[in-house]
């Protein structure tokens, strides 16, 4: 059994990992509002293709566009995993929070 002060500390640690978490979801969901994630449908073919292999066939602009698009999703996903990664470690957390009202712990 784990003492009182370890569950305690680790009871905080994982409060802050929950925060540390919910501050990446707000940054990434206002990231979400402000990033371009609209691609013409000329550049919808190009949109799998790297930087380096488009500087040749396409304008910067339409390079950008591209990059935006993907970094749109990038971001979109990461929202995602953000939420999921906060939902675990919530999980824990009442879990050890449970452990402490139930005086699981060694005095």
Known sequence: MVSKDTLTKNI?????????????????????????????ENLNKY???SAEDLVNILSEAEIQMISDFNFYNLI???????????????FVLEAMQLQLK??????
């Open 12 to 40: 905080k640690n994982r409060i802050d990992e929950i925060a540390g978490y919910q501050i990446n979801i707000d940054n990434y969901t206002t990231m979400l509002l402000i990033i371009p994630n609209k691609l013409p």
């Open 47 to 49: 949109k799998s293709t």
């Open 76 to 90: 979109s996903l990461s929202l995602t995993i953000e939420k999921l990664e906060q939902r675990k470690a919530q």
């Open 102 to 107: 139930g005086a699981n712990y060694v005095a």
